[in-house]
Antibody
Framework: QVQMVQSGAEVQKPGASVRLSCKTS????????LNWVRQAPGEGLEWVGM????????TYTQRLQDRVTITRDTSTTTVHMELSGLKSEDTAVYYC????????????WGLGTLVTVSS | DIQMTQSPPTLSASVGDRITIMCRAS??????LAWYQQKAGTAPKLLIS???ILESGVPSRFSGSGSGTEFTLTLNSLQPDDFATYYC????????FGPGTKVEVK
């Protein structure tokens, strides 16, 4: 059973940054790629970015690439996503989700972290 | 960027119905399409990869078809547990989700 444990809810002011975490197992860390997907209240799913934890290679959606950074900590098998210059429209649930292969969808999802951006 | 559209946005149906959800890509994505089910307050669940390959544990009443730019998700004999929102996702070039189709009780 693949488990991803996400960090807790955040409330941030506009213009601030937020750093979310997704802790997974050594097995997942070394074999899978890990994505961040967000969902604004009442809205659909938006892919944010991806990291291959074993190499650190990242790819981001063009829409957010100047504000988002995904990193990994190999010592704790944790992936982090930092979003800077927060806007009210960044209010969303942020999910981490793994894929075993680039030939399948995202097979395993964390429970999600709610980020609220409000003054 | 590859854009995804879905129709209809909302579908009203009854238990036992056969329903079909359409998904269209803005360019050829071959067979690199997945379908997800999401219920309120929970994470999405992967149902189908590569157009028609069911994930382990997904009931056989779910099926997918299509290629290129047009795809369908079909549910035969709708069950109470199937009322949810369904999303398609392309993974030909990065990843993009469709806007979703909510299947509600008629």
């Amino acid at each position: 059973q693949v488990q991803m444990v996400q960090s807790g809810a955040e409330v941030q002011k506009p213009g601030a940054s937020v750093r979310l975490s997704c802790k997974t197992s050594e097995y997942v860390f070394t074999r899978y790629y890990l994505n961040w997907v967000r969902q604004a209240p009442g809205e659909g799913l938006e892919w944010v970015g991806m990291i291959i934890p074993s190499s650190g290679s990242t790819t981001y959606t063009q829409r957010l690439q100047d504000r988002v950074t995904i990193t990994r900590d190999t010592s704790t098998t944790t992936v982090h996503m930092e979003l800077s210059g927060l806007k009210s429209e960044d209010t969303a649930v942020y999910y981490c989700a793994t894929g075993t292969s680039f030939y399948t969808g995202f097979e395993n999802w964390g429970l999600g972290t709610l980020v609220t951006v409000s003054s | 960027d590859i854009q995804m559209t879905q129709s209809p946005p909302t579908l009203s149906a009854s238990v036992g119905d056969r329903i079909t959800i359409m998904c269209r890509a803005s360019q050829n994505i071959s067979r690199w399409l997945a379908w997800y089910q999401q219920k309120a307050g929970t994470a999405p669940k992967l149902l189908i990869s590569e157009v028609s390959i069911l994930e382990s544990g997904v009931p056989s009443r779910f099926s997918g078809s299509g290629s290129g730019t047009e795809f369908t998700l079909t549910l035969n004999s709708l069950q109470p547990d199937d009322f949810a929102t369904y999303y398609c996702q392309q993974y030909h070039t990065f990843w993009t989700f469709g806007p979703g189709t909510k299947v509600e009780v008629k």
